[in-house]
């Protein structure tokens, strides 16, 4: 089971979720440079968190067009597993493969802290291994995490059930309390908030870890 | 050419007698833009021309050392084939004039100084001191420099990927019109991966690195070198703009071009820029060095040699490189996207010759800059101090409603306001972050923490600078050891007024020999540091202000918290109640906050009690016994207990002491430690083993914080109207 973790220019996430992967998780992790054509046959990518070419444009703007992000694109449209974690998030919204948009934190300044999300389904391939209802502890640190979308956008995500969780005390303004969403297809998950930092108990949470179980026990139950 | 006249020798100012200084090291009058060179390099912020000769006090050395001062940072053996590499380092003048970018290039400013040398930055704090929000003429001003600042430090750690894992923050009226912002950053590396500031090899190019030159921050270092007058507001161009995406690259592309091996030397081009890492990489080599101007990248057209040389742009490196092995290094910067030119090579002259379009525009020795700048004994006299012996006769009416005063003021609130702003965790090393006594980092490699905290006390430094620098020592040990680690190496920036004066020379004197004397006894050697003078505005000084950061080594494990964890565990206070005076009594934060006084002495300190409840502490956490621990400092046992109290875990507390009450609860005696413990006759085994007093003073009770003195109520709140005060006040000041 391969992950692959790109890095971009100004990633800065990258290591702790390769880290999490090998050294929490215990699964084959590479690096994949942002200017590579290929994904080098990993199972699963993760676009980290950080602040991509500086974000100095609009967060993850400059990062839809990099070139390895058409290999990403392509990986998802044929069933991929993409997990986008907090400027990933950022990535995949500007580039189309998550609907709606990342905006200010509603305080208009950089949050990092510990917060509570309730998990809202246990049926996609990263949440599996939770159940619905269940509480995880994990930290964000954003300055752009205010997810919005149409009304439209919002009742689709919400009647196809792809909020996967959802802030108990929303720290940015997102709307519907919307920490983590899928993509029609189930396999592409934007998260504001870093599994990769609670992956070991010495920092304080290992709920972090259950999303990246959930996407190997999909990716072992794939023919 | 520019003709040099007095006016300006003065503009730069350079003394009649530097100036002479100058003409006799070059055996001939300087050109414009060796005069700029020369003021620059001799400026106070690069040459110590006032400290130099007292800095040598400090003791350097020690087991664990393996560079002391001298080089961009200091190096310390953490264990297991690796190294740390820490500094602390002011950005106050800058801060002043432009709050956010004077901060975000105060911390880009330091990070640098630490990759440089080969180490991955795996930590920031900041050290940061306002004039008080609610002043009543600076309040608004004040508001606007925090708010700037906690951004400008949040913006620039947080996109280059740094935690930034603790701090202080306290607010004086000295501080005014003149902030201090101090950064200390900390770096980790192999100890076979030590890279040096020195251009070595006769040929080898000189090659710069990263953003290009433009006009910016022409004459910074001279700026942080002069107090502030009304017209310092007009410097503001002289304040950089920082690039932390830029810095980013340039971490990166540097770790990864001295992986090659080809990389002989590298600087970084922080204050007076190509100047300073031109002759001061020359200069420790016992080499020159031959620069072209026109090769090195500019933003703007038509810069002048002396522009060129004196601009303090940001993210820009100096390295030397193997002959023949350019490629290689060009290659890596390439990848991430970066300029890297070779702008000239090694010379065997020891001169720096700078050439612009082929002629040359300046020729100076490199040891003339760097070391043969001038060395003041400036005259002192009693250090500056217009506060009595004796204070105020009082009687506290309400201990309770005092020490809810005490934990909503400034100086004990929460700060979460401004950490939170801080990407405290990046990495996944943070054991311990901001809010403790002290952060704890810990090494994945080698299943060791590094343990780090920052202290200073200007009111107990103004009040006598040598107790107070010692006591600024001891605090920040007593830090470390509360979270269970062992110090072992310091760094010092020094914030002192105008040295010229001689009661300010006293004061920085006075302080740099407690220091000395402290980190000698407590064998935390200073590495390194910064000197940051002429912290005035309007011939008004700041209080004196050395700030010390600690670092110590712990091995990896869970975390000792402050916050109670449970109900029924021992109180046990290691140090004992301890003593105190009226005149010690005016130091306080009680005299400060509750009967707006100063006066008097900084507390006592014994330092070998001091060592020996800090031994006692860091057993007892290492040994598994502290369900919590937390030292006494700023407003004493009372608001220790409260701060322990605020996750909702009080306690039952009953004193039996002859000291009057407000002493017994607020005072800041040192060498005292506050554990919680559910096994209290083992703790007070050891403790008695290191002869320190271990006194049962209550247990820990769900709700409420109760202190008794010989059955007679003093403090009783429920712990939820402790933690509003204290949560609010710093936010609902911001909102002014």
């Known amino acids: 089971m391969k992950f692959g973790v790109v890095v971009f220019p100004g990633s800065n996430c990258d290591h702790d979720a390769w880290w999490a992967i090998r050294h929490n998780l215990g699964q084959p992790a590479e690096f994949l440079w942002h200017d590579s054509e290929s994904l080098g046959g990993v199972d699963a990518v993760i676009l980290p968190g950080g602040f991509s070419y500086g974000d100095y444009l609009r967060c993850g703007a400059i990062a839809k067009f990099s070139r390895i992000m058409r290999a990403v694109e392509r990986f998802a449209r044929e069933g991929g597993l993409v997990l986008g974690i907090c400027n990933g998030f950022q990535i995949l919204v500007e580039c189309g493969l998550l609907p709606g948009a990342l905006m200010r934190n509603r305080g208009l300044k ?92 010495l920092m304080g949470s290992t709920d972090g870890l259950l999303v990246f179980r959930s996407m190997v026990a999909a990716l072992s139950h794939t023919p | 050419m520019t003709a040099i006249t007095p006016e300006l020798i003065a503009a730069h100012q350079l003394t009649a ?27 106070e912020h690069c040459s110590y021309k006032s400290s130099r000769l007292h800095l040598k006090k400090l003791p350097t050395a020690g087991r664990h050392v393996l560079q002391g001062p001298g080089e961009n940072a200091g190096i310390i053996d953490i264990g297991g084939g690796y190294a740390a590499a820490f500094k602390i380092e002011s950005h106050n003048h800058p801060s002043f004039i432009e709050p956010f970018q004077g901060a975000a290039t105060g911390v880009g400013g330091i ?9 991955r930055p795996i930590a920031v704090m900041d050290s940061l001191r306002f004039g008080p929000l609610d002043d009543a003429r600076s309040g608004g001003r004040n508001r606007r420099i925090l708010e700037g600042v906690v951004s400008g430090i949040a913006h620039y750690g947080n996109c280059f990927g740094v935690p930034t894992v603790g701090g202080e923050c306290v607010f004086e009226p000295c501080y005014n019109g003149n902030p201090l912002v101090n950064v200390f950053a900390l770096g980790v590396f192999r100890q076979d991966r030590i890279f040096y500031a020195r251009a070595c090899g006769v040929g080898n190019p000189v090659v710069y690195v990263g953003a290009k030159t433009g006009r910016d921050g022409i004459h910074g270092a001279s700026m942080a070198s002069a107090e502030f007058t009304e017209e310092s507001k007009q410097k503001r161009p002289n304040v950089q703009v920082g690039d932390p995406f830029m810095e980013k690259l340039l971490l990166e592309a540097c770790l990864e071009a001295m992986e090659t ?3 002989v030397g590298i600087q970084d081009m922080g204050a007076a820029g190509l100047t300073c890492s031109t002759c001061e990489m020359g200069s420790r080599g016992g080499t020159g060095i031959e620069i072209e101007l026109a090769r090195v990248p500019q933003r703007e057209a038509g810069m002048t040699p002396y522009e060129i040389m004196l601009s303090e742009s940001q993210e820009r490196m100096l390295l030397v490189v193997e002959r023949g092995r350019e490629e290689e290094v060009f290659r890596i910067f390439r990848k991430w996207g970066l300029d890297a030119v070779a702008v000239g090579e090694v010379t065997g002259d020891g001169l720096l010759r700078v050439k612009h379009h082929g002629r040359t525009v300046a020729e100076i020795p490199s040891r003339a800059l760097a070391d043969e700048a001038p ?19 009082f009687e506290s009416a309400d201990p309770t409603a005092d020490l809810l005063s005490l934990i909503g003021s400034g100086d004990l609130c929460d700060k979460r306001w401004i950490w939170e702003q801080y990407d405290y965790m990046v990495r996944t090393n943070t054991v311990l972050g901001p809010g403790g006594d002290a952060a704890l980092v810990r090494i994945k490699e080698t299943g060791t923490s590094l343990a780090m905290a920052l202290d200073g006390n200007g009111r107990y430094c103004y009040l006598d600078p040598h107790q107070g620098a010692r006591l600024a020592v001891a605090e920040c040990c007593r830090n470390l050891s509360t979270v269970g680690a062992l110090p072992v190496a310091a760094t010092n920036c020094l914030n002192f007024g105008n040295p010229e004066r001689p009661e300010i020379m006293a004061q920085l004197v006075e302080a740099i020999e407690g220091m000395a004397e402290a980190c000698a006894f407590f064998e935390t050697p200073i590495t390194g540091g910064n000197v940051s003078l002429y912290n005035e505005t309007l011939g008004e000084a700041i209080y004196p202000t050395p700030v010390v950061g600690v670092v110590g080594l712990k091995k990896t494990a869970p975390p000792v918290r402050i916050p109670f964890p449970r109900e029924g565990s021992s109180v046990v206070l290691l140090g004992g109640l301890g003593g105190c005076d009226p005149r010690q009594f005016g130091a306080t934060q009680y005299a400060k906050v509750i009967l707006g006084a100063l006066w008097g002495r900084p507390p006592a300190l014994d330092m070998e009690r001091e060592k020996r409840v800090q031994g006692a502490a860091r057993e007892i956490v290492n040994s598994g016994l502290a369900e919590a621990a937390h030292d006494l400092s700023d407003g004493g046992l009372a608001v220790a ?10 306690a039952e507390v009953e004193l039996e002491s002859d000291l009057r009450p407000e002493y017994l609860l607020f005072h800041e005696g040192p060498a005292r430690i506050l554990i919680a413990t559910g096994q209290p006759e083992r703790v007070e085994r050891i ?16 709700g409420v914080l109760r202190i008794r003195l010989r059955g007679r109520r003093l403090v009783d709140c429920a712990i939820e109207s402790l933690r509003r005060p204290w949560e609010s006040a710093l936010p609902s000041r911001l909102r002014g």
């Open chain 1, 110 to 201: 950089f949050i990092c802290r510990q917060v509570e999300l309730r998990t809202e389904t246990a049926d996609s391939p990263f949440s599996s291994q939770l159940e619905r209802g269940r509480i995880v502890r994990l930290p964000i640190a954003h300055g752009e995490g205010c997810y919005v979308a149409d009304r439209r956008t919002l009742e689709e995500l919400e009647a196809e059930d792809r909020v996967v969780f959802r802030y108990l005390d929303n720290p940015n303004g997102s709307l519907n309390d919307i920490a983590g969403i899928l993509n029609p297809g189930r396999n592409v998950m934007g998260l504001m908030p870093h599994p990769e930092r609670a992956a070991d108990p």
């Open chain 2, 17 to 43: 007698e530097e100036y002479e200084r100058i003409v006799a090291l070059l055996g001939r009058p300087p050109s414009y833009t060796e005069l700029g060179i020369f003021s620059v390099m001799w400026s």
């Open chain 2, 111 to 119: 990070l640098r100084d630490i990759f440089t040398m080969g180490a």
């Open chain 2, 261 to 263: 091996g080809a990389v």
């Open chain 2, 375 to 393: 060395l003041y004994d400036r005259p002192r006299s009693r250090p500056l101090r217009e506060a009595p012996l004796d204070g105020p006769d």
């Open chain 2, 641 to 650: 207990l409260a701060e322990c109290s605020l996750e909702g875990v009080g």
């Open chain 2, 687 to 702: 403790a008695a083993a290191h002869g320190v007093e271990a006194l049962r003073i209550g247990r820990t009770r769900g």
